[in-house]
Structure formats: structure tokens, C-alpha cells
């Protein structure tokens, strides 16, 4: 996975900068010091203290290739501690939860949410998606749209959903920066993001670009859409050889200022090297050059085949990687490629023919990448989808099965877990029941791929956040006082 | 392989199709109007269904007449789309292939959409595969939006598909104001009135200005008449009230769309005999109209004695139609309330008596399925329109059968001779 590889070096860079920073306070700083000041957290995102929590006595879907018909799965302090077949060991002071004819999952992860950049109820006001005034906005954050009193967020939880990634609209080439969220009440979205994280970039190809640009100067065709995002990336890959270039003349001065090391002599009258001038930032590069760097993870919205070549083109130009490519009905029909190239598909189960890009979608669109050793992913785009991403999980397995695929059920909750998990860069962290990972669990209270089940409880690292046995506070303000009051 | 789909593999071929005459033997699970029975054969004969029992069996000189073995099988009436702009709409966003909206916001009572139908979309194959026989096809758009009609989603030409052009008038309100849109709607009944009872001054001349069309007005007697209702899109309670009201006053028959918020008046609906199309899935809140939407609203409604009519409002998806239903049930809805309110439901609430029931003498659209038909990993086996039984075939099939092994496109080469 030589994405993620880069992507994790690229935080564990920003952490050592990070803490780097104290010491670099006085003079200029470098550009992962700047960065980090745009993700400096204004309020604590630790949420709720949790208990040591063992479920036990149901079937345990770990999403992990292990189905134990009658398992465990102990939480705590946010993280699975142990999880297996038979009956755990007794923990002094665990609260026990009986599972028995319940059914145990990893939390469900949807790739493509515009819960609270698109809130409900609908409202212009509300309306925040869609930065629609240029073509290439890389520079702009969903998180800074985000309305975290949207209803349809706890809504998601009560579908099981633990994480997600928030992602801008579709229609610009380059549409700024998604945020990995966990589904959690807070006041402000930088609070939610999922620590760890990477940083993520929509992108968008085919008609939804030309046609909210076709009268507006362009583009108006895809070959327009193309030369905008590599006009984009040219301009990304000449700003970024300024910052490499700052960069090293910044760790010479450092090098420089800072007394040597024990032991180490310097020579006498060695020359100072001047004090780099810092460049200017932009914001909508800066977008770019972390997509070039391999830290930040483009997720790109694309249905066609050959549209999707097309960007796969655009990326070995700029020697990136795309994690994922959004709604991809036609994904099929390219499955060894992208399974090749190890980009995943995040796609619905049935959507299809609302427009002519969408015209060749078929429902076993997620299975075909899945049995073609690609990462399948079922997103849901929709604050109503996203209520039963097990539903949909079900329906493309169920058209796998019929056209005679082989399949297991551990497959199909990876489409909703594991494998979105991977898209966001997360996977090290959560998307299946293996011990160290977040304690991100849904029990369901029948079989996660029926119509019939609902999901009973939902922990986010290790805290309770749904419980469908008992009233359930709302998260949103907005939701107070719109009771009938007769 | 899961408990789940097990029943998959036991995959029926579909019956000829030219038989004249089916026999449904084995004694699956039928879901009768009385409920659902056990050991239950089927004999469908010149588009209908002519016999149920518990052994109909092939007698003497029924050579023509093609056997299906449905041992362990369910069997309903064929799923029934009650919002749907199939047959009038290809692609969603390409407006050459939209048929469903008039221009602007008028008034197009006269409209009848349903002349635009294209039986040879292909949207109707794959609707049909998946268990949906008949679709309620609506115009969409103004004040009154025109006529829907009832299509049955086989057959080659418009008559043979077009089951009733006229089933209601589609309206809508709201637009500048609530109120205002409810005193259109009232002096548009009000001036069909007096254009019936005035007809011959109208046309002389002699007559003071109408609130819509000699014609658009006409259309409107057989809602006066109370012989198609008109189809409201309504999801605020208070305002589902006000249209009782409206619909009280004027005699006219309802049958409500959208119907978010309808449990909050299930009584009055119930006591107004006034069915709902609605969808248990939507509940978000997506509007300001729908901020006491509930998942449990189908349940509630049905409880109450209410005619429930499941909808999936789509045209593309309307395959989906057993999932909507199976979240009703999911929500607490009686499962076999919920099949009813796919098939029967629409059957009632538009007139079509002859539809959407296994009984002796309705119309022969009859599904099969591997199992409980609400349940997600559950297959359609065969398909029955008007008693013949439909190819489980679509354009998404071919697309699927031709990429099963890559590279699919480009074909290959054609043999040289």
C-alpha cells in the first residue's frame, strides 16, 4: 500500500514539526509549522469517559475474515481489548452486555457524506457545499462549512455510522479539502475530526463541472475539465519547487543557528547562511502539493469509464495516487485496473439514469470490483442512505450472488467498514473488531444484511453514543422545542 | 454461503411464454387478500388468473399449458410503483428524454401524460425484473399538473401497456403561499363548476373570464364527480387539514402524497376514508414541511385504519419498492400490511379493482420469489404480466453478461469468411 505508507509518513512529519515548533518559535518557520497552525484545535476533542464494556454471547461479524457465530468483544478505554470466540475472560468492575441472537460489528464508515455542508432540513442558508464561484478551489475546507447541529447526524449514528468523511460538492474539478469525522455531538467540527486522520481533496470529472461552468467562462467540455485540473496541477508542481527550495535553505540556517551538537566543532568563521525569505502561501496549492507529496488522499467523483482513465492519467502525469474514485458505476468495467493501481471505488448499490453519465450502472457494479480483487466500498451520498448502509451493503451482494460470484458475508461488511476504512486512510485505526483498534461497535439486533435490522447500540471509541432500548437525547439544537406542544 | 440466500440457488426457468395457459403448482406460499396461505396452486389463463386452490393441477387438454413447479416458494401479486415517472422519462437530467413536466406553473388538468408513454424504455425491464408489475405514471410539475394513468410494464405498443389513461388529476400547493395555492385549487373546482352549468354561454362568448382552459377545466368534472380523485403532494400536517377541509367542502375525492408528517392526523384521514402514498425511508428532516417525520409513520396510519400505499418515488429505482416496504415492517408495520400496501393498496386507491390480488378473476400479474419477498437477499424466479410470463432480462443484464469477463468492450473481431 505505497499510498498509505506516504500518507502516514506525511503525519508523522507534521508531528515531529509539531512538536518541533516550540523550539523554531523565534525566526521563520518551515511549511509543515504553518500547516499545523490551520489544524490547531480550539476545543478538546475528547468526549465522554467510558467503561470497560464486554458483549458477549451473539455472533461477532469482525470484518476482519473471522465470523465467530458465538463471540466476544471487550471494549476498553476506547479500544478493543480483546475480541474472539467462546466466552471471555471476567473483567472485575466490565459492564456485561448478553448478545445472544444479537449480532456484533465494526462501526460502519460511509466515504461520501454531505451531512451538515448540506444539512437538513433543506434551507438556502444552509447551503454549503458547493464553493460554485471558480472551477479550481482546492484551497476551500468542508470542515469550515460544516453545521455540527445538523438532525441527520445522529440520524446516521442511529444507522450504525461511526465515522465519515464530509465531503465538498461536485461541481468543481477541484472542489477543497474533505474532513474524516467521527459521528460524535460537538460544537464545532475540528472538535470531530477523527484523530489521525489524513487530510483528503475532492475532485470531480465528466458533466457535473461543464455543466455548472458550460455558460459561466468554462469548462464546457470534459477536455475543458481536463485542462483545468492539469492547468491546477502545473501551477501546484511549480509552488511546490519554491517550498522545496525554502525548505532546504530553512534547514541549512536551523542547522546553522542551533549549537552544536556535544563533541561536534565547528569550523571557526564557517559563513552563516542568510535567513530564507519566506514565500508566499497559497491556499489552493498548498491543496495540491499535499496531494503530490502523497498526504493528502483524493477522493475523486467520476462515473464513467473512460472518464476515470482520464484522471488516472492526470494522476501519473503528477505522480499521485487516487484513493478513491466516488460513484463509479462503470468501475466494472475497468475492475482490473483499479484493482491493479489499488484505488478503491466507493459506489452505490443501484443508483442509476439520472443522467447520462449514470446511465450504465448495474447492481453488481461493487461485487465485480470485489471479486476482481479491488476494494469495493458502499458510500451512500444521501442523508436517507445513509440511515441503512447495511441495506445497500446487502443489495450488492445479493446481486453478487446471484450473478454467481463468490462471496462472503464478511465481504459485504467490509464494503461498509474495512475497506472505507482504507479510502480515508483510517484502516490502522478502525473498520474492522481487531484488538488495538478503536472501539467504534454496532450491535445489531438481527442480521446487519436483512431489511429487518436495526441497529440497538453504537459505541464510538468505547462510548455509548445510540442505544435504540431507551430515549435517546438529541444531538441538535435545532431539533429543541419542535415538539407538538398542543 | 448464508442462511440468508440459500434459497438463490434454486433458480426456476421461466415458463414459456407463449403458453396460453399457467399452472403455479407445488403449493407455495400465496399471499391471498386474506393473508398469506400455505400450499396454495395458481392457474392463470388468458391473462388472468381463472383458479386458486389448494390443487389446480394441469387437467385433460391443457396441453397448452406450461407448468411451473413453485415448491417452496412465495407468491404475490405483482409489486405495484404508485409514484413514478416511468415510461415517460429516460434520463433524469437530459430534459430531450423527460415527457413527465409540463412548462411553468400552471394549470394542465387536460394533460394527459401518459400519451407520451414509451413502452420500449428501459427502465421498464428492469423495474419488472425485480417483481414490479403495473406503475402509476404522474406528471409532475404546476399547479395542476395533468392526468396520471396506470401502465402495466409489458408489452410492445402504448395499448397494450396503457392499462387507464385517467386514473386522478396531479396537483400540487404551496408556491407563493399555502394559502393562496389552496385558493387556486378552490376556484379552479369552483369555475369547472360553473363552466359545466354555463357551458353554452361560454361558448357564445357570454361568459366571465375562467381561471384556466375550456379544456383544463373539463378535465376537472370527473373530479367534481368524484370519479378520479386528485392527487395532492402534501407532507405538513396542518396542511393535510386544510386539504380535508377543501376536499369536505367540494365532495371530491383525495388521495395524498409525500404524507411525512400524516400520522399526526391518521384520524382524520382515517374518518375521510382518504389514502397515503408515502415513503417509511424519508424521513430526515428533509424540509421544513417534514419536521415531525417519523419512521414508523406507514405503522402508525395503517393502525389507525388508514389506506397505506407504499412508494418507493422513483422511476429509475422503483425496484426498490420491496425495501421501502420491508423498512415499514423494520419500523413496526404489520409484514402483511406492508405487501398489501405495494399491491393492493394502489389497486384501491386509484380503481383499479382487478389489480393487485391472487384472487379468481383479477388481472394475471403475479410474481414469484425465492422467499419472503420484503427481505433483501430474497430472488424474483418469474414474473407474470397479464399472464405471461416476462423474460428476467434487462438492459443492466446485458451490460452485466458482457462484462462478466474483461476486457468486454472492445468486442472482438468479427470472423473473416
Same mark, same amino acid.
Given at each position: 500500500?505505497?499510498?498509505? !505508507? ?112 448540506y444539512p437538513s432540513p433543506w434551507a438556502r442558508a444552509h447551503s454549503d ?18 453545521w455540527?447541529?445538523d ?153 464513467? !469509464? ?51 453519465? !449514470? ?119 435545532f ?8 | ?283 430526515g428532516p428533509g424540509g421544513f414541511d417534514?419536521m ?126
Open positions: 500500500m505505497p499510498v498509505f !505508507a506516504r500518507a502516514m509518513r506525511g503525519c508523522l512529519i507534521s508531528l515531529l514539526a509539531l512538536s518541533a515548533s516550540a523550539a523554531a518559535e523565534e525566526g521563520p518557520k518551515s511549511a509543515d509549522e504553518l500547516f499545523e497552525a490551520g489544524l490547531a484545535p480550539v476545543e478538546s476533542s475528547v468526549l465522554f469517559e467510558t467503561q470497560t464494556v464486554i458483549l458477549s454471547g451473539g455472533t461477532v461479524l469482525t470484518a476482519a475474515g473471522d465470523v465467530h457465530p458465538q463471540g466476544f468483544v471487550v471494549l476498553t478505554d476506547g479500544k478493543v481489548s480483546d475480541v474472539g470466540a467462546g466466552a471471555p475472560l471476567a473483567i472485575d468492575g466490565a459492564v456485561l452486555i448478553d448478545t445472544t441472537g444479537k449480532f456484533v460489528t465494526p462501526g460502519l464508515i460511509d466515504t461520501h457524506s454531505h451531512l451538515g455542508v457545499g458547493n464553493e460554485a464561484t471558480k472551477p479550481t478551489t482546492p484551497g476551500v475546507w468542508a470542515e469550515h462549512s460544516f455540527p447541529q438532525p441527520g447526524l445522529q440520524r446516521a449514528a442511529a444507522g450504525g455510522v461511526t465515522s465519515l468523511q464530509i465531503l465538498p460538492g461536485s461541481a468543481n474539478l477541484i472542489g477543497g479539502r474533505g474532513v474524516v469525522l467521527q459521528v460524535v455531538p460537538h460544537r464545532g467540527s475540528r472538535a470531530m475530526r477523527f484523530p489521525g486522520a489524513p487530510e483528503t481533496v475532492k475532485m470531480a470529472c465528466g458533466e457535473n463541472p461543464k455543466r455548472v461552468y458550460g455558460e459561466k467562462g468554462g469548462p464546457s467540455t470534459r477536455m475543458g475539465n481536463l485542462r483545468g485540473q492539469r492547468g491546477a496541477f502545473l501551477d501546484a508542481v511549480a509552488y511546490k519547487a519554491t517550498w522545496d527550495e525554502y525548505a532546504e535553505k530553512l534547514e541549512a540556517y536551523r542547522e546553522a543557528k542551533a549549537p552544536p551538537a556535544e563533541g561536534v566543532r565547528r569550523k571557526k568563521n564557517a559563513p552563516v547562511p542568510e535567513e530564507p525569505k519566506l514565500p508566499k502561501r497559497d491556499l489552493n496549492k498548498e491543496t495540491l502539493v499535499g496531494v503530490l507529496n502523497g498526504d493528502i488522499l483524493p477522493q475523486i467523483h467520476c462515473y464513467r !469509464a473512460d472518464d476515470m482513465l482520464s484522471m488516472l492519467q492526470l494522476a501519473d502525469e503528477f505522480d499521485f495516487d487516487v484513493r478513491s474514485f466516488h460513484h463509479a458505476v462503470e468501475a466494472y468495467k475497468i475492475r482490473d485496473i483499479l484493482a491493479e493501481r489499488e484505488v478503491s471505488v466507493s459506489t452505490w448499490a443501484d443508483w442509476w439514469g439520472f443522467k447520462l453519465e !449514470a446511465y450504465d450502472g448495474i447492481q453488481e457494479n461493487a461485487a465485480m470490483v470485489h471479486d476482481a480483487g479491488g476494494r469495493a466500498i458502499i458510500h451512500s451520498d444521501s442523508s436517507i442512505g445513509i440511515q441503512r448502509l447495511n441495506q445497500e451493503a446487502s443489495k450488492a451482494y445479493a446481486a453478487g450472488l446471484r450473478m454467481g460470484l463468490e462471496l462472503t458475508e464478511d465481504d459485504a461488511m467490509r464494503w461498509i467498514t474495512l475497506n472505507p476504512a482504507w479510502a480515508l486512510g483510517i484502516d490502522g485505526e478502525a473498520g474492522s473488531l481487531e484488538k488495538g483498534k478503536r472501539a467504534d461497535v454496532v450491535i445489531w439486533d438481527a442480521h446487519p444484511l436483512s431489511v429487518y435490522a436495526s441497529a440497538e447500540k453504537v459505541f464510538v471509541q468505547g462510548a455509548l453514543v445510540w442505544d435504540a432500548t431507551t430515549d435517546n437525547p438529541t444531538w441538535s439544537d431539533q429543541l422545542g419542535q415538539e407538538v406542544q398542543p | 454461503m448464508s442462511r440468508l440466500f440459500i434459497a438463490l440457488s434454486l433458480l426456476l426457468t421461466p415458463a414459456a411464454a407463449s403458453a396460453a395457459c399457467t399452472v403455479l403448482t407445488g403449493g407455495a406460499t400465496v399471499y391471498l387478500p386474506e393473508g398469506p396461505k400455505e400450499g396454495v396452486e395458481l392457474r392463470l389463463a388468458d391473462g388472468r388468473i381463472t383458479e386458486v386452490g389448494a390443487k389446480v393441477g394441469a387437467t385433460e387438454g391443457d396441453v397448452e399449458c406450461a407448468v411451473v413447479d413453485a415448491t417452496g416458494m412465495t407468491i404475490t401479486a405483482g409489486l405495484v410503483e404508485s409514484s413514478s415517472n416511468i415510461g415517460v422519462v429516460e434520463v433524469g437530467a437530459e430534459k430531450a428524454t423527460v415527457d413527465s413536466t409540463g412548462d411553468g406553473d400552471g394549470v394542465r388538468a387536460a394533460l394527459r401524460v401518459i400519451d407520451a408513454y414509451n413502452p420500449r424504455s428501459t427502465l421498464i425491464p428492469i423495474q419488472r425484473v425485480e417483481g414490479i408489475t403495473s406503475a402509476v405514471v404522474k406528471p409532475e410539475g404546476g399547479r395542476i399538473a395533468g392526468q396520471g394513468g396506470w401502465a402495466n410494464l409489458a408489452g410492445a405498443t402504448q395499448s397494450e401497456a396503457v392499462v387507464k389513461p385517467n386514473i386522478g388529476v396531479w396537483a400540487s400547493f404551496g408556491g407563493a403561499s399555502r394559502a393562496q395555492g389552496l385558493l387556486q385549487l378552490r376556484e379552479l373546482l369552483d369555475d369547472a363548476r360553473f363552466l359545466r352549468r354555463k357551458g353554452s354561454a361560454y361558448d357564445s362568448g357570454n361568459s366571465r373570464e375562467l381561471a384556466a382552459s375550456r379544456l383544463d377545466l373539463m378535465a376537472l368534472y370527473p373530479v367534481l364527480d368524484g370519479e378520479l380523485p386528485l392527487v395532492v403532494g402534501v407532507n405538513r400536517a396542518s396542511d393535510i387539514e386544510a386539504l380535508l377541509r377543501l376536499a369536505k367542502e367540494q365532495g371530491i375525492l383525495l388521495v395524498l402524497s409525500g404524507g411525512a408528517e400524516a400520522w399526526m392526523v391518521a384520524d382524520q384521514l382515517a374518518e375521510a376514508n382518504t389514502p397515503v402514498i408515502l415513503d417509511p425511508l424519508t424521513f417534514q415531525h417525520a417519523r419512521a414508523d409513520n406507514a405503522k402508525l396510519l395503517d393502525e389507525a385504519g388508514v389506506t397505506v400505499v407504499l412508494s418507493s418515488f422513483s422511476s429509475h429505482n422503483a425496484r426498490t419498492l420491496k425495501q421501502v416496504a420491508g423498512n415499514a415492517v423494520r419500523e413496526g408495520m404489520d409484514h402483511t400490511a406492508a405487501i398489501e400496501a405495494i399491491t393492493r393498496g394502489p389497486a384501491q386507491a386509484f380503481g383499479l379493482d382487478d389489480y393487485g390480488k391472487i384472487e379468481a378473476g383479477a388481472v394475471a400479474n403475479v410474481v414469484v420469489w425465492s422467499g419472503d419477498p420484503l427481505e433483501i437477499g430474497t430472488a424474483v424466479e418469474q414474473v407474470f404480466i397479464s399472464g405471461r410470463s416476462i423474460p428476467l432480462q434487462s438492459r443492466q443484464t446485458e451490460l452485466r453478461d458482457r462484462y462478466r469477463t474483461l476486457p468486454g468492450t472492445p468486442v472482438p473481431a468479427l470472423p473473416v469468411e
